[in-house]
């Protein structure tokens, strides 16, 4: 049953760095998109999970991505890992404060590790976060045959997976996790973003054999439409 949270609920990311991120701040219009993939992502041939990525150089996915885990959280009652997966930018890391820690491109390089022993706890007790690691981004290719292994590993312990992706034409890792995720959300920016590298972006997701593809439109103040 979904819940709404209580004015005096805790609402900031706590992170090792000391480092906090608003998540309820504008979360309306991410309480509706987590029913929504709630909704979709509930086929058995659907993994639940979303990769939020912008078409360009943005760092609207890192913004994005902890109100969206917050709200599937909140308002669903899922157990949810949010994900820096991005390997260029790698922006909800530093926003957080752990832009140093071994995490997401660790796991990929190295399968042996226990991923649990990586994941960090924010402050709401169901949502939890990996980083985005400490391979460099031009190393992360050479591993990403790991991601399906990884992520499924990832989904027998959380109920949902919210990757926080890149640049769609600039970052080869969040393209590299799209085959492999339930739904890809592209973040244009209202008045900002081109249509033609909107365009690019839609072309070279379903080149990478995206399940699903959605568009979230984002003002220029940074609201979810």
């Known amino acids: 049953m979904a819940t709404t949270p209580s004015a005096d609920r805790q609402t900031q990311w706590w992170s ?12 309306a219009p991410y309480r509706r998109l987590a029913l929504q993939l709630q909704h979709e992502l509930t086929g058995a041939q659907s993994p639940r999970s979303v990769l939020l990525a912008a078409p360009n150089r943005s760092v609207l ?3 994005a991505s902890p109100s969206l885990a917050f ?8 157990r949810v890992l949010l994900i820096d997966a991005s390997g260029q930018d790698r922006e909800l890391s530093r926003a ?10 660790d796991l990929l390089a190295q399968a042996s590790q226990d991923p649990a022993a990586l994941v960090l706890p924010t ?16 190393a992360m290719g050479r591993h990403q045959d790991a991601i399906p292994v990884l992520l499924a590993h990832a989904l027998q312990a959380h109920d949902f997976l919210v990757l926080s992706g ?6 080869t890792a969040a393209l590299a996790a799209t085959p492999h995720v ?3 959300l592209l973040m244009p920016v209202e008045n900002e973003t081109l249509v ?8 070279a997701l379903r080149f990478c054999k995206a399940r699903h593809i959605g568009v979230v439109m984002v003002g220029a103040r940074g609201q979810v439409g």
């Open 96 to 105: 957080l404060g752990c832009e140093h820690r071994p995490g997401y491109s």
């Open 71 to 78: 709200c599937l959280a909140e308002e669903l009652g899922l």
């Open 196 to 203: 033609a590298d909107l365009d690019a972006a839609q072309k």
């Open 123 to 138: 402050s709401h007790p169901a949502v939890h976060f990996l980083p985005a690691g400490t391979v460099p981004a031009a």
């Open 166 to 171: 890149g640049s769609v034409l600039h970052d």
């Open 16 to 27: 090792p760095g000391g480092t906090a991120v608003s998540a309820e701040q504008g979360a």
């Open 182 to 184: 339930g739904s890809v």
């Open 61 to 63: 996915a890192a913004h």
